[in-house]
């Protein structure tokens, strides 16, 4: 019986659960990285772009929605549908509108 008990206790010592392995920490020197300069971008003015744009270029009408969905809808664009407009105001801006037309 004190083999049996034995041979349980160095079983059940090899069941038991193991400690779980401690994360490894190095130290870490800080880097030195110099200061940037960084400029702001200049802000655009979307509205002006727009308004130089042509006057049949519907993107001209990206800051008064309610006269672009007018434009889209006397342009053909069926009504109860929203739509996304690419629009290039200048070679270094583009942006994306969209516009919701009423039924």
């Not at 001209?60 to 549908?81: F, H, N, Q, T």
């Not at 105001?89 to 037309?101: F, K, N, R, Y």
């Amino acid at each position: 019986m004190s083999r049996v008990l034995v041979l349980m206790v160095v079983l059940a010592g090899c069941v038991a659960d193991a400690e779980e392995p401690r994360p490894v920490l190095l130290p870490v020197e800080p880097a030195d990285v110099p200061d940037a300069d960084v400029e702001e971008p200049p802000s655009l003015d979307l509205c002006a772009l727009a308004a130089a744009l042509p006057t049949d270029n519907a993107c001209s009408l990206i800051c008064d929605p309610d006269a672009l969905a007018r434009r889209l809808v006397d342009d053909g664009m069926e009504g109860g549908r929203c739509y996304q407009l690419r629009c290039t105001l200048s070679p270094d801006a583009s942006i994306s509108v969209g516009v919701c037309l009423p039924p």
